[in-house]
């Protein structure tokens, strides 16, 4: 009989959140990314299907070596070119993890048959984020040849974000919303093309001074309300759950850090539709804190 073998986590048992950035091409994935490294002052993960379609701010970039890019506060952009598992194995590969990794996905991916690779050991699912392009969206739709991509990210979507509004009527912009909630029904819509606020949503959950759940900084979400919740410490989980379970249908975005009785820390996540409350790991201990609520004023 052979002896079982154990397996050491990386990162003493640490997981990283993924997000995952779907949408079909020309849909704003790129310019998304970008407004993520602008703004981030912690260390992320990026890994898309081609580094050079990322311009990066030349002042950021500490050094660039094949088929990555490392910046000056961190972060560091990976191409996809090896392939999904060449890419996380690196990421496990280093000593220090990332806060979060953003994965942009391929404009004609299924995001259902990539979410395992953020289960993966060091990792978790932060949530699924899918780019509508208004503009083109009836058009992607109504063809045989798009069609189905398009139904399928939006199937795996937990949060929708709508793009290219600016190229649009409020006809055509109110058109488009109201398709959406008919073929994605219960899936939060961001319907107000901004980069920098998107941007923000994606990394919320990372480990900026104060804990998991720090209050976006003023000015990023006009189209949207940030609120803060107590949470009783300590608070029975199901009680916890609770809250959770009874936060707005609106709701786009929600972080908080609980404690049991027990002293059991537990983590909520919420990314659109995926509402989540996970034990955290010894390795990801923080003290509580309040709950962050962005809701959409649409």
């Known amino acids: 009989m052979e002896e079982a073998v154990d397996v050491v986590a990386p990162w003493d048992g640490r997981r990283v959140p ?4 779907g949408g079909y091409l020309g849909a704003g994935k790129t310019t998304v990314i970008n407004a993520v490294l602008a703004r981030t002052d912690r260390p992320i993960a990026v890994l898309v299907n081609d580094v050079g379609a990322v311009n990066v701010d030349a002042s950021l970039i500490r050094r660039r070596h094949g088929d990555t890019i490392e910046l000056t506060d961190g972060c560091v952009c990976c191409s996809l070119s090896a392939g999904l598992a060449a890419a996380f194995d690196a990421l496990r590969a280093r ?5 979060h990794v953003i994965l942009e996905l391929s404009g004609v991916a299924d995001p259902a048959r990539v979410a395992p690779w953020a289960g993966s050991d060091g990792f978790r699912l932060d949530g699924v984020v899918v780019l509508v392009d208004a503009e083109q969206f009836d058009e992607r739709l109504d063809d045989p040849a798009t ?7 939006l199937d795996a979507a937990d949060l929708l974000v709508m793009t290219k509004t600016d190229l649009v009527d409020e006809t055509t912009r109110r058109h488009t919303i109201d398709r959406l909630d008919a073929l994605a029904p219960g899936v939060p819509l961001l319907p107000v093309d901004d980069a920098v606020a998107t941007a923000a949503f994606l990394d919320l959950g990372t480990r900026r001074p104060g804990g998991v759940a720090v209050t976006p900084q003023p000015g990023l979400f006009d189209a949207h309300v940030v609120d803060t919740r107590p949470v009783p410490a300590p608070i029975l989980r199901a009680e916890f759950e609770e809250l959770i379970d009874s936060l707005p249908a609106t709701t786009l975005r929600a972080k908080g850090i609980a404690v049991t009785p027990d002293g059991t820390r537990l983590l909520a996540q919420v990314v659109g539709r995926r509402r989540l409350v996970t034990e955290l ?7 509580p804190t309040d709950l962050v609520v962005i809701t959409s004023r649409a």
């Open 18 to 21: 993924v997000t995952l950035l």
């Open 281 to 287: 790991p010894e390795a990801e201990h923080q003290d």
């Open 95 to 99: 000593t220090d993890p990332p806060d």
């Open 147 to 153: 069609s189905r991509s398009v139904r399928i990210q």
